[in-house]
């Protein structure tokens, strides 16, 4: 959890997480507006401003229980121009957004490394905004309602069985919550225990650095 911390950590991680949730719900909105709905953008919505996309309470929950959420981004499927695909393509957008900065973020710690330009703190930075990007994504793809894996999952499902799609959105969230609460409780996170792997892999790849 967030607040185990030390101080000086946070000071460097508050920062970097707001504007990866930000950028996250900023690439929603701009996804939606390119495909036709312009829900968001009337909203606000279509900004990087933090105040724009942070819920208050999603945000303690990050800090104190280490899960949280940002505002979702307001989506009306009607206005869309291929519906299904296209809130598809809405829900991967913020995935994808958390990839390409997790990947700058690579880059960068491989190249100021390289070239002997990383101090300590410049090196937290960046492995903090890389990581957190890294799990940011892979977190939203899994298929779980609220996540935006359901999304794109169900959006593929709708096709071939749309009764389990239904399912999938009805009872995701009780899913999700549910272990998110053994993972609180007992301090085995199933949820990580998935991510992990995955996480380390694009950290190796992206930064050359196992953690």
Known sequence: MLFRLQPEALVLLIPTLMFALSFHEFA???????????TAARQGRLTLNPLAHLDM???????FVGFGWAKPVPVDPRMLRNPRTDM?????????ANMILALIGGILLRLLNGFGLMSEVLFILLLFFTRINIALAVFNMIPVAPL???????????????QLAWKIQSYGPRVLFGLILFGYITGFSIIWLVMEPVVSLFMMIFAGISI
Not at 57 to 63: A, D, E, K, T, V
Not at 88 to 96: D, N, R
Not at 148 to 162: A, E, H, R, V, Y
């Open 28 to 38: 929603h909105a701009w996804m939606a507006a390119k495909c036709g709905d312009m």
């Open 57 to 63: 309470m999603g945000s303690l929950m990050i800090l």
């Open 88 to 96: 598809m393509k809405v829900a991967a957008a913020g995935p994808a």
């Open 148 to 162: 935006d894996g359901s999304q794109i999952f169900s959006g593929w499902l709708m096709k071939t069985n749309p």
